[in-house]
């Protein structure tokens, strides 16, 4: 069964960094494209950023470019997020999981995903 297993949220001051970690099932990263994603209170679940299987090419949504970087370690079985440059606007639980309907990420699209983890907590304050 696949399963995925996110660490590393916390609080971080604005303007700050934090890099989150999705540990995944074994063999997972050579099948399904992983992607972020993240939630606010009382807003909907936004894709923020995927890394295919094969080739590990990325992608990010606009709200994020340029500040997140998303890698995998095939070795660890694990897909990471940097953050870095946060602001209030990043305060979310962040999930992460996998398309099983692609391997190469154009786009993230919430309904081609499944196996989500359970979450962790991303505030930013001072």
């Known amino acids: 069964q696949v399963q995925f297993v996110e660490s590393g949220g916390g609080l971080v001051q604005p303007g700050g960094s934090l890099t989150l970690s999705c540990a995944v099932s074994?063999?997972?990263?050579?099948?399904?494209?992983i992607g972020w994603f993240r939630q606010a209170p009382g807003k909907e679940r936004e894709g923020v950023s995927c890394i295919s299987s094969g080739d590990s090419s990325t992608y990010y949504s606009d709200s994020v470019k340029g500040r997140f970087t998303i890698s995998k370690d095939k070795a660890k079985n694990t897909v990471y997020l940097q953050l870095n440059s946060v602001s209030a606007e990043d305060t979310a639980v962040y999930y992460c999981?996998?398309?099983?309907?692609?391997?190469?990420?154009?786009?993230?699209?919430?309904?081609?995903?499944?196996?989500w983890g359970q979450g962790t907590q991303v505030t930013v304050s001072s």
């Open positions: 999981a996998a398309n099983l309907m692609r391997r190469r990420c154009v786009a993230i699209i919430d309904h081609e995903y499944s196996y």
């Open positions: 074994e063999f997972a990263l050579d099948y399904y494209a």
